[in-house]
């Protein structure tokens, strides 16, 4: 970790989530300083420095990097720009808090890794999940092996994506906080998403369950449906995992607009299990000697913690913590996703180790 008072950051992508998460976390936060933001719309670019008082702003962000004194960028655009933005800002010698899924293909995401490793960089990917006291103390309990050998992981998971992917974000104006009049919304196009269902959440949920588990795929066994949307709505997916261990993975995307929805991550072990239930923020550990521990619902605002990820970049590049939500677990995830699209495509188990290697 380096050691510095100040942290110089840019942004990269302008859209919803920047102004929603990402910009107030920055501005909130003392040690940070933002310097600059690129995004390829002039006119996002014109009310996002009118409301939040950024005076350097880009249509391209090589010119921002270029020009701009910086220690880190946050990158909040399209999945299928992530791999091509963070590897030009890696080889600027930043850190980057790179949201997620980290790329569409884990060949990509694999390059990423270890050119952040040449450079000394820390790519930190944005499942604000991972910063959940709850989910800390649920990883902190497998590592600890206390309740024994992995043998079953069982993931669900729902959210009201529907009308994201029918190209409809206003059905949503009434629950979300769209700061600069909503989203231009990329979720309906695949060639910029990657996918639907399993792009936009299912990688939420896979990076929490491998990020608890610290296990990976090995074998991945996937079905997906579109009812009537143009993307993949439910999905259902079969893992084996690295240790011998079965996990079982679903989701929908469709909900009632207002639904919180679920979003369960179940490990059952030689010796107990761990329930997370993360739409409560609450958690439930019982070994089979029948010793339980209940940690009951976090309050509504620690749930999801949003601004975790573009705050833990600043403790990153200010030498104060270390990276909270690291690249291989978003690599990892990557490789389960896009075999899981494989798998559904094609009508057969794909094995991960024969794609990507060991």
């Not at 309740?147 to 992981?153: D, P, Q, V």
């Not at 000697?289 to 605002?301: A, H, R, V």
């Amino acid at each position: 970790m380096e050691n510095t008072n100040v942290a110089r950051i840019g942004v990269i992508g302008a859209g919803w989530w920047s102004t929603y998460a990402h910009i107030p976390a920055l501005l909130s936060d003392p040690r940070a300083k933002l310097m600059a933001i690129a995004d390829s719309s002039s006119t996002r670019l014109g009310e996002v420095a009118a409301k939040y008082g950024v005076h350097r702003t880009y249509t391209d962000y090589r010119r921002m990097l270029e020009l701009e004194t910086l220690d880190g960028v946050v990158i909040a655009v399209p999945h299928a720009l992530h791999y091509e933005i963070a590897k030009a800002c890696i080889e600027s010698d930043l850190h980057v808090m790179l949201e997620k899924p980290m790329t569409l293909h884990a060949v990509d995401s694999r390059e990423l890794l270890d050119l952040a490793d040449k450079h000394c960089r820390q790519i930190i990917v944005g499942f604000p999940y991972h910063f959940s006291e709850r989910t800390i103390h649920a990883r902190d309990i497998v590592r600890s092996g206390h309740l024994g050998k992995i043998e079953l992981i069982v993931c669900t998971s729902s959210a009201m994506n529907i009308e994201f992917f029918r190209g409809n974000p206003e059905a949503y104006r009434s629950v979300f906080e769209y700061p600069m009049g909503g989203p231009v919304c990329s979720y309906a196009d695949p060639k910029l998403t990657g996918g639907g269902q399993g792009q936009v959440h299912v990688s939420h949920l896979a990076g929490c369950m491998l990020f608890i588990t610290e296990l990976r795929a090995k074998q991945v066994s996937a079905f997906m449906e579109k009812c009537d949307v143009p993307l993949d709505l439910v999905d259902a997916i079969q893992i084996r995992m690295d240790n011998g261990a079965i996990g079982v993975v679903g989701s929908t995307g469709n909900i009632g607009v207002g639904d919180t929805g679920q979003f369960d991550v179940r490990v059952y072990c030689a010796q107990g299990y761990l329930l997370l239930d993360q739409a409560r923020g609450s958690l439930y550990i019982r070994t089979h000697d029948g010793i339980e521990q209940d940690s009951g619902p976090l309050p509504p605002e620690d749930r999801y913690p949003r601004f975790a990820t573009s705050r833990n970049l600043v403790d990153v590049i200010c030498g104060q913590s270390e990276n909270g939500s690291p690249g291989l677990i978003g690599h990892r995830t990557v490789e389960l996703i896009e075999a899981a699209y494989l798998s559904a495509g094609r009508g057969c188990v794909v094995d991960v180790e024969t794609l990507y290697g060991a």
